[in-house]
């Protein structure tokens, strides 16, 4: 897409905007042609990615989702607080049954604090594969961005792409109790770019003129890898993530996990004569965990006529698929802006602690299969089914009613259970090279944990290294918090704490505890209703890999869960 052709959508529906607040989402399969082949995809309004939604600060948004395909489906506003109202939140069996085929939904998307990119996607099966946007949120009328305006402001939209259809990908990994089948392509903009045949022709291109500044709005759909990301010979200067702005932080590339914004400034400093390269690949560090090994390119061009201008500058520089220090230490350098006009709260009096692990966990094969069931069914680490855990308890989600319905009517019994510890059940060398088996099995369960309103949280995510130790984005709904701590290794209650950030912490609803490492956060649980955490890599996901934060109404009628809207039957 052109600059001009961008500047003039943009238009167009920042006038929808002003005039209407209403958007309607068309689910359906379209035909898109990628990597030399043409194939039926699940789509919003028959685009992928799908429409941009665009938004001022405070603002409310309908909108109306038409399912005209044969599969279920929801929606989820990412990043998006929704004030006392789980219902339009969108997961799959925890805040709404799904969208059924033929049916639709009229969800209300309440923005209240969130300002710059955040998104929407899919949350149920892998349908976010395909199904996702991005949700750009304006400063309130009257006011301005806490940086110089840029030039123009360009949508970058990392995914994956899968020959085979990802319904069928995702049966095959379910069933083989093992890891899925590894993307064929990770994409910009939907392209996967120069380095695959079929696609020279759409390689995405981002014209920008020489002197001027530019405002990247960047967010990672990818399903399962986090991603280094990097433009040859510019920088970045990060402003902002996850729909809140940052103090500037230069950098030659950005560390951008599954389900993570960052608004970024590029400066049209270089060269103009040249056509410089914008890449993206993988960040992995799991022992023997397979991962797409492919790099997506876009272009970046400068306007006008210039000689030679057909001269292309290499790659930028990305670091290797397994440097855990250039990902840690550029995601620990983040810090809020903390400024008058966007103050910070950080609860400095912690009422609740909690500390869970995040584990990859394993279970035998059952006995009663033949051995041919067992090699199809067990392809784990040696004959095993692959899952995964927090605090040692891989997640199960309803299959025929949801928690947020069950919670609120106090009617349908059985749906969950009050009984996530707070602590985990096994005090062990959670980093250690080598740890018994036995630790490796989880338990099963729809096991939520219950917070009193407005009470203030401190959560420690810890890393183990059961099965492989791996980084997990970690993304809480309904809410920002404040990443006060991190660290490498197993954290240490008495000395750590000692190192927090309370000042100017990053404000984030998305953090990835780092390989054999931990994270700590904090929150006030001032939003009543059914909040879902998880890791955002959706194989985590799967496995079990999440709970469920149920926060009590307040005293008040304001500190009260909405009134449900009309719901998808179950």
Known sequence: MSMKTFTLCLILLLANVVFANHYHFIVKEASFERLCKSKKILTV?????????YANKGSTLIVHVYNKSKYNITIHWHGVKQPRNSWSDGPEYITQCPIQSGSKFKQKVILSDEEGTIWWHAHSAWARATVHGAIIVYPKPGTSYPFPKPQAEIPIILGEWWKDSVVEVLKEFVESGGQ?????????????????????????????????????????????????????????????????????????????????TFDCLLKANQQPNNFYYIAARAYTNG?????????????????????????????????????????????????????????????????????????????????????????????????????????NISFVTPPTYNILEAYYYNRVKGVFGTEFPNFPPYIFNYTDDVLPLELELPEFGTQVKVLEYNTTVELVLQGTNLVTGLDHPMHLHGYNFYVVGWGLGNFDEKYDPKNYNLVDPPRRNNVAVPKNGWIAIRFRADNPGVWIMHCHIERHFTWGMQTVFIVKNGHRPEQHILPPPHMPPC
């Open 45 to 53: 309004n028959g685009m992928f990615p799908g429409p941009i939604l």
């Open 180 to 260: 899925p089948k590894n993307s064929d392509a990770f994409m910009i903009n939907g392209q996967p770019g120069d380095f695959y045949p079929c696609s020279n022709h759409g390689t995405f291109k981002l014209e920008v003129k020489s002197g001027k500044t530019y405002l990247l709005r960047i967010l990672n759909a990818a399903l399962n890898e986090i991603l280094f990301f990097a433009i040859s010979n510019h920088k970045l200067t990060v402003v902002g993530t996850d729909g809140s702005y940052t103090k500037q932080l230069t950098r030659d590339f950005i560390t951008i996990s599954p389900g993570q």
């Open 287 to 391: 022992t023997n965990v397979q991962f797409g090994n492919t790099t997506t390119t876009a272009i970046v061009k400068y306007e006008g006529n210039y000689k030679n201008n057909n001269t292309l500058i290499s790659l930028p520089y990305l670091p290797s698929y397994y440097d855990t220090p250039s990902a840690v230490n550029f995601s620990g350098s983040l810090k809020s802006l903390s400024s008058k006009r966007y103050p910070i709260s950080v609860p400095i009096n912690v009422k609740t602690r909690l500390i869970s692990t995040v584990s990859v966990n394993l279970l035998p094969c059952p006995k009663n299969g033949s051995s041919t069931n067992v090699l199809t069914t067990c392809q784990g680490p040696n004959r095993t089914r692959l899952f995964a855990s927090m605090n």
